[in-house]
């Protein structure tokens, strides 16, 4: 009974491809410059709504602090923290996706 499974485990193994080696490139479809390009301007577009998010909920929080509105301040201290995380993650992006790459490259 053992002899008959030690055939199947060796086909199943033959099916299995030992080294695959595949890295991202630029060339292998059109459009490429241009994606970069657009995820660019995406990138530039976050980065300066991120600084206007900041900018009125810095506003806010004055507002909320000098009319004694404690709500109406809160609202513009999470309002800076998440303009300034959103300006974070807008501005290491590239940095983030290479690192997990080289992450997922060791697995």
Partial sequence: MFELA?????ASAALVPLNIDITPNDSGLPGIGQL?????????VGL???????????IVWGFGSNSSNPHLASRGKV??????????LCGAAVTL?????????QV
């Fill in 6 to 10: 030690s055939p199947l485990m060796e």
């Fill in 36 to 44: 970069q390009t657009i995820v660019g301007a995406v990138m530039t």
């Fill in 48 to 58: 300066i709504l991120s600084v206007l998010a900041l900018i009125l909920s810095a």
């Fill in 79 to 88: 309002g800076v923290l998440v303009s300034c995380g959103a300006a974070v």
């Fill in 97 to 105: 996706i290479n690192f997990f790459w080289a992450v997922g490259q």
